[in-house]
Antibody, heavy 117, light 112 residues
């Protein structure tokens, strides 16, 4: 069974930083591209970033480019999202998600990031 | 690139059929057969219901079906049940690297 468990969310002040982690199990992590998708309170889903299986290809939404950095450690079956210069509009539940053949298939339970003074 | 357009809400009585539309452009929905549909209950993570326009993952009831015509994809729920009440989102791979995926605006399905 595929399991994706996010951690690292919390309350941070505007301009601050936070690092999210996602622990993956139940599949060969090193064979799949991974994504971060977020959902602001009461709003829809927004794709944030994607990283290929070997980290060769990395993509970001324009809204986070230059502020967020996605990375992975295949030896630790882990995905990360380093978030800097956080803004109020970054407040959301952040989901770790597995990609299969250009579709997002599996989702974690999410971790809440709140940016507020 | 804007979000895909979905109706804000759709409702139906138990046993009825409903259809949710998802309109994009030739750069996303119309350009690829990589349209997915997700069901999300309150406080829960999204769940994949349809992939590659019309395929159901194992375990998804066959009352859920998907189709596409031009730049518009559709999700049909036949024989609506109480547990189908949830938010539904479509998604498509895009021709751009940003965003790589675009989601729909979301549709609240209410079972009357």
């Amino acid at each position: 069974e595929v399991q994706l468990v996010e951690s690292g969310g919390g309350l941070v002040k505007p301009g601050g930083s936070l690092r999210l982690s996602c622990a993956a199990s139940g599949f060969t992590f090193s064979s799949y591209s991974m994504n971060w998708v977020r959902q602001a309170p009461g709003k829809g889903l927004e794709w944030v970033s994607s990283i290929s299986s070997s980290s060769s290809y990395i993509y970001y939404a324009d809204s986070v480019k230059g502020r967020f950095t996605i990375s992975r450690d295949n030896a630790k079956n882990s995905l990360y999202l380093q978030m800097n210069s956080l803004r109020a509009e970054d407040t959301a539940v952040y989901y770790c998600a597995r990609e299969v053949r250009t579709m997002i298939v599996d989702w974690g339970q999410g971790t809440l990031v709140t940016v507020s003074s | 690139q804007s979000a895909l357009t979905q109706p804000a809400s759709v409702s139906g009585s138990p046993g009825q059929s409903i259809t949710i539309s998802c309109t994009g452009t030739s750069s996303d929905v119309g350009g690829y057969n990589y349209v997915s549909w997700y069901q999300q209950h309150p406080g829960k993570a999204p769940k994949l219901m349809i992939y590659e326009v019309s395929n159901r993952p194992s375990g998804v009831p066959d009352r859920f079906s998907g189709s596409k015509s031009g730049n518009t994809a559709s999700l049909t729920i036949s024989g609506l049940q109480a547990e189908d009440e949830a938010d539904y989102y479509c998604s498509s791979y895009t021709s751009s690297s940003t965003p790589l995926y675009v989601f729909g605006t979301g549709t609240k399905v209410t079972v009357l």
